[in-house]
């Protein structure tokens, strides 16, 4: 599993007269690999995941997703002033 952070895609919002709405990254992932990218654009965190389709099946996929959404979810939640012991009590 390869899962890289490319930070802001440095794409702005407006060129002129034309607006950016929506973007998505793509890539090439090795085979029997899955490949979860994720980068910040128009202020929100992007995922998009790619793999091996001969590999994996599409449910496999979709639950590592899930559980790696709700891993996010509990970091965005941690209190940054608690040290990792006190985030439990």
């Known amino acids: 599993m390869y899962c890289p952070f490319t930070g802001q895609t440095q794409i ?6 034309i607006e950016v709405i929506d973007y998505r990254a793509g890539g090439i992932n090795a085979p029997g690999t899955i490949d979860i990218l994720q980068e910040i654009f128009n202020d929100c965190l992007q995922f998009q995941a ?3 389709s001969d ?10 997703m899930e ?6 979810d509990i970091l965005v939640k941690l209190d940054k002033h608690k040290t990792p ?5």
């Open 85 to 89: 012991s006190q985030q439990k009590s």
């Open 12 to 17: 702005e919002k407006q060129y002129g007269d």
């Open 67 to 72: 559980e790696y959404i709700a891993q996010i």
């Open 55 to 64: 590999f994996f099946p599409e449910s496999v996929v979709d639950k590592l």
């Open 50 to 52: 790619s793999y091996d």
